[in-house]
């Protein structure tokens, strides 16, 4: 369904769903590139202008089969029976996609309008449902999605509380999420600052007569 879906929406946006994605403006080199982006260009190597969105894939065998001859086909088990824990469940697999997000974040002023979202094909444990809310809340990540709406026949978390988490059921489900990520203009911006700073930034942006003048004095933007 991943696959099918992603070049479908790239289809329809008119964009190019281009693998391993290098673009040195936000910190994708040939050794740290991008899983999958869809680009106005289908360039491997893209401009950050031309890079409207972003996914960092995180995807293994999340269930194990035997095959006997002549083609017999046995479910043995799923990743609740596995020695080690696959895709979105392992921690270092999370660990290397939020180092990534946030190296993207940090590369320049291009790179604060790329949505980022990491695809999976497992649920998040307990340990990262936190994690993955405040990462959305905060702007980091716009996502972390599991393309596998089934992964055990057993309990798991299907959506964290504040969707920073969610597993796709439906392909209509991962349609909507693009097509909002494409059609919305983002900004993230983060700092840490003093009360007296930060009571001063609210001052001035109080006084402005409109969002978009208000947003250029919060991102610390020239404003005339």
């Not at 590369?107 to 695809?119: C, N, Q, Y």
């Not at 990540?141 to 978390?157: A, H, M, R, Y």
């Not at 964290?160 to 059921?169: A, C, D, H, P, V």
């Not at 059609?183 to 993230?188: A, G, I, P, Q, W």
């Amino acid at each position: 369904m991943g696959k099918e879906s992603v070049r479908t929406h790239s289809q329809k946006n008119r964009l190019f769903a281009v693998n391993t994605v290098e673009c040195p403006e936000v910190g994708l080199t040939k050794r740290s590139e991008v899983d999958l982006a869809f680009c106005i260009t289908d360039s491997k190597i893209q401009s950050a202008k031309d890079i409207k969105l972003i996914f960092e894939i995180k995807m293994s065998i999340v269930s194990n089969y035997r095959f006997t001859a002549p083609d017999l086909v046995e479910f043995i088990g799923d990743y609740k029976t596995h020695k080690g824990n696959p895709s979105l469940l392992r921690s270092d697999s999370m660990s290397k996609a939020i180092g990534k997000s946030i190296n993207i974040r940090v590369s320049g002023i291009e790179s604060t309008k790329i949505p980022i979202v990491v695809l999976g094909n497992s649920p998040v444990s307990d340990n990262y449902s936190h994690k993955v809310d405040f990462l959305k809340a905060a702007g980091v990540v716009q996502g972390f999605w599991s393309l596998n709406p089934k992964p055990t026949e057993s309990d798991f978390i299907r959506k964290s509380e504040k969707l920073g988490f969610q597993t796709i059921e439906r392909i209509d489900e991962i349609e909507n999420l693009i097509n909002n990520l494409l059609s919305t203009k983002l900004n993230y911006f983060s700092s840490m600052v003093s009360q007296k700073k930060l009571g001063e930034y609210i001052r001035i942006v109080n006084k402005e007569s409109t969002y978009e003048v208000k947003k250029g004095v919060r991102m610390g933007e020239k404003v005339a």
